[in-house]
């Protein structure tokens, strides 16, 4: 690749029809913004140049666009999607290489297809737009083709009835070198049904330049716009779809595939064996033949090999659980690191903790590691045994082979190898229950 490449991406629409605070392209797909997800994209193909087309009104867009390191372009006001691809003329006026024009409510557009649309460039087309043949053409802007050349884009309200019968339609990606580009959209005019610029008129202006256009294609889902909540959830059951599978092709084993919901970034590896109804949120990996059983919940977690997670676990941010570790039902974790082979098998919250390899948490134990105002941390070593019903209280650590009676408030350090027990003696009374019990039952008898 010798060409440089940059892309801009248009974000500056209202997109009222979302009726949310929030702009439109900040909903997330597989837990990241629809403008997260476009931003990759443009990395994805070698992009060195980012610019976001934002409205003056779009502050949350801007934040978000700048986080992630992306240009900045304002178009004020909407006048159409020429006018804002040309409010980015001035952030990229000292590139000189292929644009191309995204739009940051299109979720699912892959890499190689992106790619595509940049190779076209490399192979002798001038101006290349990305198409796909919808069910319902609609409103689609429709690619008007001469064996492999793109004549024109006409918008579905401008088309002639001939014209509205194609099928293939324009789904907004586009590319040309800046220099075409920008010379193309200055002749850009608004003399059309909706009175706005137009990006699609630049095919045949261009082509009046003696430019060739060409198209290339795309699936449905591909290349779908989110504009509402309905698409929202169309495009996330998209996403979900194309995860489920491959994982599968990987080699993941899916008891209830329609029931494993993933993120963006999930990594599971082959032979792990995920239940029905398990949901990864972001940043989780799955080593080999790890079992997650069904209805987990894992975020910002790494499961290692062959351990052994559920049912009903839920695993919280900067949880790590080392080869052949156990979380199981009714464990939640947090910020806890699990050694080699240790099990936390029942009922438990371990948060702020290190767990060294092959400790045994019992039933029902917790790290109270929140005293109203600060978290503190709590360290068991290697082969401890703490007994059921412990209460944990950090910061503390628990030394290497230690044993915890059940039962205890574990307030004090406990050495390697000792013994803590941390509960009130049990007294036993001779007789006293059967003293009590015909005591109180004389008492009843003379009530009624
Ligand atoms: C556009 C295309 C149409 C295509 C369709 C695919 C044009 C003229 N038409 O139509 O051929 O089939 O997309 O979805 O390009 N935007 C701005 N500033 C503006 C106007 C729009 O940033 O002034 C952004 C919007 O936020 C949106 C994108 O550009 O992300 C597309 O704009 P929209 O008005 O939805 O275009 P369509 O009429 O759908
Ligand atoms: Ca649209």
Not at 134 to 147: F, H, M, S, V, W
Not at 393 to 401: E, K, R, W
Request: charged share 20%; aromatic share 6%.
């Amino acid at each position: 690749m010798s060409t440089q490449r940059a892309a801009i991406i248009l974000a500056a629409g209202k997109s009222t029809r979302m009726k949310s605070s929030r702009s439109k392209v900040l909903h997330p797909v597989g837990g990241r913004s629809m403008l997260a997800w476009t931003a990759d994209l443009a990395r994805s193909v070698g992009a060195t140049k980012i610019v976001c087309v934002v409205g003056e009104a779009n502050t949350d867009v801007r934040a978000a666009a700048e986080a992630l390191g992306l240009d900045i372009a304002v178009q004020e006001p909407q006048l159409g999607t020429a006018h804002a691809v040309l409010a980015a003329k001035g952030a990229l006026a000292g590139f000189n290489g292929d644009v191309a024009v995204l739009y940051a409510d299109t979720p699912l557009i892959e890499t190689p297809t992106a790619e595509q649309v940049f190779d076209s460039l490399s192979q002798g087309s001038d101006v290349t737009v990305l198409g796909f043949e919808p069910e319902e053409p609609g409103a689609y802007g429709r690619l008007i083709t001469k064996g492999d050349e793109l004549l024109a884009i006409v918008e579905a309200k401008e088309a002639t009835p001939k014209q509205l019968a194609v099928r293939l339609c324009n789904s907004g990606v586009m590319a040309a070198s800046r220099a075409d580009m920008f010379a193309a959209l200055d002749k850009v005019d608004n003399k059309n049904a909706k009175g706005e610029y137009y990006l699609t008129d630049i095919v045949e202006i261009l082509r009046d330049m003696g430019k060739t256009a060409r198209a290339v294609s795309a699936s449905e889902t591909e290349v779908m716009g989110v504009n509402s909540r309905p698409d929202l959830a169309l495009a996330e059951a998209a996403f979900q779809n194309r995860m489920r599978e491959r994982a599968m092709e990987a080699g993941v084993t899916l008891r209830d595939p329609a029931t494993t919901y993933f993120s963006y970034d999930t990594e599971i590896e082959n032979d792990a064996d995920i239940g029905a109804n398990v949901v990864f949120g972001p940043g989780v990996r799955v080593a080999k033949d790890a079992i997650i059983h069904p209805f987990c919940h894992l975020e910002g977690t790494s499961i290692g090999q062959g351990a052994l997670i559920g049912p009903f676990a839920r695993l919280r941010p900067g949880t790590e659980m080392a080869a052949g570790s156990k979380a199981g039902n009714f464990v939640e974790t947090k910020k806890a690191k699990i050694g080699k082979g240790s099990k936390i098998n029942h009922l438990s919250y371990i948060g702020d903790a290190e767990v060294g390899e092959g400790a045994n948490i019992g039933a029902g134990t917790i790290t109270c590691n929140y005293d109203g105002y600060f978290k503190h941390q709590t360290i068991i070593g290697d082969g401890a045994f703490v007994g059921t019903n412990s209460s944990l209280v950090a910061p503390v650590t628990i030394g290497a082979g230690a044993y915890l009676g059940s039962g205890g408030v574990i307030t004090k350090d406990v050495p390697a190898d000792a013994l803590a027990v941390a509960r009130a003696q049990q007294v036993n009374k001779e007789g006293w229950a059967a003293r009590y019990n015909a005591a109180q039952k004389k008492r009843k008898a003379k009530k009624s």
